[in-house]
């Protein structure tokens, strides 16, 4: 997937060098076997590793955890979810990172209660991923048969650039600026705004992308 004149497409560069991370390409690649309906590697694990690299900085240098999305209705239980994600974290052990593994299924059983901003039922992972609290940190990669789907709903060019906005969809706007800021103390050259971007015409969901 290139652009004219042989250039890498965003797309293409940003799935290459969140791949970079080995933590991020041995996820992808364990997580058809565990079986999870709707999975999605997504979040931080992602773009902080390009950021990373455009810094200078190893790729895993201050990741702290690495999110995993799944959507299953059938069972709302913290127990449930607690279950998958001992069953994530055993078969990832010798990663040796700290993996957070939520059911966005039952996000809005819990989430008033611990943000204090109320929050609709979602009806899959990427609407999860929809709501993440900055504007173009919204993304995932998710493993199938013929290769890798990348799903980012704001496109890659704020990303991909450190310009940080607001998340218009985003269920609490209090939230974004001490997020924002905590990006910027760690990646100093990230840029942050206040103002919501404007959507782009269309959400970027490609699929079927062969890992470098």
Request: proline share 9%; hydrophobic share 40%.
């Amino acid at each position: 997937m290139n652009e004219p004149g042989g250039e890498p497409s965003p797309a293409r560069l940003f799935v290459t060098q969140a791949l970079a991370n080995p933590a991020n390409r041995a996820i992808l690649q364990r997580l058809p076997a565990l079986g999870l309906p709707d999975a999605w590697l997504v979040a931080g694990c992602l773009f902080q590793t390009v950021w990373n690299l455009r810094g200078g900085r190893p790729p895993a240098e201050g990741i702290r955890d690495y999110d995993l999305f799944y959507f299953d209705a059938s069972d709302l239980s913290p127990e449930a979810e607690n279950a998958v994600g001992h069953r994530v974290q055993t078969a990832c052990a010798d990663l040796g990172v700290t993996l957070e593994v939520k059911n966005q299924a039952r996000v809005h059983t819990w989430y008033e209660a611990y943000f204090g901003a109320p929050y609709s039922p979602l009806r899959s992972s990427m609407e999860g991923i929809d709501r993440f609290l900055v504007d173009g940190t919204c993304v995932g990669l998710q493993p199938r048969q013929d290769g890798l789907t990348l799903y980012a709903p704001d496109g890659l060019d704020g990303l991909m650039q450190g310009v940080l906005r607001p998340n218009r969809r985003s269920p609490d706007a209090r939230l974004y600026a001490a997020k924002a800021r905590d990006y910027q103390r760690r990646w100093p050259w990230l840029r942050v705004l206040d103002e919501v971007a404007q959507p782009p015409a269309e959400a970027l969901l490609v699929q079927g992308m062969a890992a470098p």
